[in-house]
C-alpha cells in the first residue's frame, strides 16, 4: 500500500531498531522483522508524539513485540514504588511465545570513546554507567518486585563513535559486543574531518536511527559553514548521517568539559 514519508521513515526505523546489532554480549539481539500491515504501524504511532529518542525507541519495541511478535504483555512501563519514593521503571514484562514470562530493559544508546571511556553526547552520561543500572539495578528491581519472572534481559541498541585521530582499543569493555556499529565524532575545530564532496543530513531528535525521508541532503561544503556557524554560538552536539549511511557527531570543542543535552 502507499505510504506517506512520515510512515516510511518509522517503518525504516522500526527495521534498524529490531535488526542492528547490539552494542551488548550476550544480549538480546533480533534479526527477523516479522509480517504487519503498515496501517498497523501508522496507527499506533498516531499517539506516539514523544520528542525524545529513547522513548520513541521504547514505542518501536512496544510495537514489534505487542503487534508483531504478539506477545502477551503482562506490564509497560510499571513503576516500582517504596511508598512515595519511585525505585524505578520496568520496561516490559510479557509471555514470548513459549509462554516465558521475561523481563527486558531496553535502551538506545550513542557513545564517544574519549581517553578509554565512552562518553555520551552530554557528558553526564557513560556507557558504564547505563549498562550497570540496567543490568544490576533494573533487572534486580524486577526479580524483587515479581519473583514470578522466568527470564531477565536487555534489549541495547546505538552506535560508538572513535575520533579520527585516535587508534580504536585493542581491548573493549568485557560486556561491549565487538560487531556494534560505528561512527566517527570530532571537535567543532575539526570539520576538515567532513568531506566536501560528499552529502549529509542532520539527525533531528528522535529520528536518529536512519537517513531521514524528509530531509535533503546537504553538501559537505553546506555542512562546514552550517556548523560553523552553529558552533560560534551553541554548546550542542550535532548528530550526522552520511548518505552512505557512516556516522557522525560533531562536539563543542570544550565538550567533555561542557554539558549540555
Known amino acids: ?35 504487519f500491515e503498515l496501517s498497523q504501524l501508522e496507527e499506533f504511532f498516531k499517539s506516539q508524539n514523544s520528542g525524545q529518542v529513547g522513548r520513541y525507541f521504547e514505542a518501536l519495541i512496544e510495537f514489534w513485540l505487542s503487534k508483531i511478535r504478539k506477545v502477551e504483555m503482562v506490564e509497560r512501563g510499571l513503576q516500582v514504588q ?19 514470562l521475561t523481563h527486558w ?23 558504564e554507567r547505563k549498562f550497570r543500572h540496567l543490568t544490576e539495578q533494573q533487572i534486580q528491581l524486577g526479580k524483587e518486585e515479581m519473583p514470578e519472572i ?5 534489549f541495547i541498541k546505538g552506535c560508538l563513535y572513535y575520533h579520527p585521530s585516535v587508534e580504536e582499543p585493542v581491548e573493549l569493555p568485557e560486556y561491549v559486543s565487538s560487531d556494534h556499529l560505528r561512527g566517527t565524532w570530532i571537535h567543532a575545530s575539526e570539520l576538515e574531518w567532513l568531506k566536501e564532496d560528499q552529502d ?15 530531509q535533503e541532503a546537504r553538501s559537505g561544503t553546506t555542512i562546514h559553514k552550517e556548523l560553523t556557524s552553529h558552533f560560534e554560538s551553541s554548546y550542542r552536539p550535532v548528530h550526522l548521517i552520511g548518505e552512505d549511511g557512516a ?7 570544550h565538550w567533555p568539559s561542557a554539558v549540555q543535552s
Open 105 to 127: 530493559e531496553t535502551a538506545v544508546k550513542f557513545y564517544l570513546h574519549h581517553e578509554g571511556s565512552f562518553v555520551g553526547p552530554n557528558a553526564k552520561d557513560t556507557l
Open 1 to 35: 500500500m502507499a505510504s506517506s514519508d512520515a510512515s516510511s521513515q518509522i517503518l525504516r526505523d522500526l527495521q534498524w531498531a529490531v535488526q542492528s546489532p547490539s552494542l551488548i554480549k550476550n544480549a538480546v539481539s533480533a534479526a527477523i522483522l516479522g509480517d
Open 150 to 154: 522466568e527470564k531477565s534481559e536487555v
Open 200 to 214: 549529509y543530513h542532520i539527525l533531528e531528535k528522535p529520528h536518529w536511527f536512519t537517513v531521514p525521508l524528509q
Open 247 to 253: 556516522r557522525f557527531f560533531v562536539v563543542a570543542d
Open 82 to 100: 517504596d511508598g512515595t519514593r519511585t525505585l524505578g521503571e520496568l520496561d516490559f514484562v510479557f509471555r514470548d511465545e513459549e509462554g516465558v
